[in-house]
């Protein structure tokens, strides 16, 4: 890897694409270097903290916006962004773990807790998204290490195919009886420490969440949410998901694949 690498291949093993399938979730370390994780993660913190439009104090926000800063589709305020959400590398891990041929772009995001920002409540993804499948899964790029007191990304291992809690938006109801029911059926909660480099990916039905970042350094990610090429959409079952399709599937009818120039095809085995 040369020291602005995001396009060569990451070499994932069959073990570790067996270990998602079965987990549902991935820790990979050093798939990107310092030197990426600098030169794009100053322009997406520069962006994050230009364009959210949050102005309440923390103490009088509600859960979700206590928990992080969030803009979505940085890469199309940033040709730069754009670069690197269009990256090979991470969009071949994507599709690889998915075993799907290509991975296009279902919108991205930057999540940034504050110091002082407070817990992501338990959720699964895919209670917002209107997709036919569960081809989709989440790259959860830290622009920094991230240790325990600010809050790094936990997830639930092999929660992915649980079925409660999947009508739960964000919120301290979700945390509550997600968590609970985790619990109850001894779901393992694995969190730990991101080391620089270290990137998650999660399933859309993976139960996850975060603690609050306790330490005085703001915890500045990117995610990059590709779901399959050839992902169709589904009848929206929620205002959320209706916003959603609206947002991100501009025109898409249900049942035709995802296609529009929002979506663009990231990474495909025929062509790389
Ligand atoms: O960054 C966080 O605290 C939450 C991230 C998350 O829920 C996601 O990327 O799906």
Same mark, same amino acid.
């Given at each position: 890897?040369?020291?602005?690498?995001?396009?060569?291949?990451?070499?994932?093993?069959?073990?570790?694409?067996?270990?998602?399938?079965?987990?549902?979730?991935?820790?990979?370390?050093?798939?990107?270097?310092?030197?990426?994780?600098?030169?794009?993660?100053?322009?997406?913190? !520069?962006?994050?903290?230009?364009?959210?439009?949050?102005?309440?104090?923390?103490?009088?926000?509600?859960?979700?916006?206590?928990?992080?800063?969030?803009?979505?589709?940085?890469?199309?305020?940033?040709?730069?962004?754009?670069?690197?959400?269009?990256?090979?590398?991470?969009?071949?891990?994507?599709?690889?773990?998915?075993?799907?041929?290509?991975?296009?772009?279902?919108?991205?995001?930057?999540?940034?807790?504050?110091?002082?920002?407070?817990?992501?409540?338990?959720?699964?993804?895919?209670?917002?998204?209107?997709?036919?499948?569960?081809?989709?899964?989440?790259?959860?790029?830290?622009?920094?290490?991230?240790?325990?007191?600010?809050?790094?990304?936990?997830?639930?291992?092999?929660?992915?195919?649980?079925?409660?809690?999947?009508?739960?938006?964000?919120?301290?109801?979700?945390?509550?009886?997600?968590?609970?029911?985790?619990?109850?059926?001894?779901?393992?909660?694995?969190?730990?420490?991101?080391?620089?480099?270290?990137?998650?990916?999660?399933?859309?039905?993976?139960?996850?969440?975060?603690?609050?970042?306790?330490?005085?350094?703001?915890?500045?990610?990117?995610?990059?949410?590709?779901?399959?090429?050839?992902? !169709?959409?589904?009848?929206?079952?929620?205002?959320?998901?209706?916003?959603?399709?609206?947002?991100?599937?501009?025109?898409?009818?249900?049942?035709?694949?995802?296609?529009?120039?929002?979506?663009?095809?990231?990474?495909?085995?025929?062509?790389?």
């Amino acid at each position: 890897m040369t020291t602005l690498d995001i396009a060569s291949p990451y070499a994932l093993s069959a073990a570790q694409i067996t270990q998602f399938e079965r987990d549902g979730f991935i820790k990979l370390k050093d798939v990107l270097s310092p030197a990426v994780l600098k030169h794009y993660g100053d322009e997406i913190t !520069r962006l994050t903290i230009a364009l959210n439009t949050q102005e309440a104090p923390l103490e009088e926000r509600s859960t979700y916006d206590k928990a992080f800063l969030q803009v979505m589709n940085l890469w199309q305020h940033s040709a730069f962004v754009k670069e690197f959400v269009m990256g090979q590398r991470l969009g071949r891990i994507a599709a690889e773990l998915l075993r799907v041929r290509g991975v296009r772009l279902y919108h991205d995001q930057s999540l940034y807790k504050e110091p002082g920002g407070g817990i992501t409540p338990a959720h699964a993804d895919q209670y917002y998204w209107p997709l036919a499948s569960d081809r989709t899964i989440t790259a959860w790029v830290p622009l920094q290490a991230v240790p325990a007191d600010m809050g790094p990304l936990g997830f639930y291992a092999r929660s992915q195919s649980v079925e409660f809690g999947r009508d739960l938006g964000i919120s301290d109801e979700s945390e509550e009886k997600i968590s609970a029911n985790m619990a109850r059926h001894g779901f393992a909660f694995e969190c730990g420490a991101f080391e620089l480099g270290e990137i998650s990916f999660h399933l859309g039905w993976t139960f996850h969440k975060a603690g609050a970042n306790v330490s005085g350094t703001p915890r500045a990610v990117m995610t990059v949410i590709y779901m399959d090429a050839d992902m !169709r959409l589904a009848d929206a079952l929620s205002p959320a998901q209706a916003n959603d399709r609206d947002q991100w599937c501009p025109g898409v009818q249900p049942g035709e694949v995802i296609a529009t120039p929002l979506n663009p095809l990231i990474y495909s085995e025929v062509t790389a």
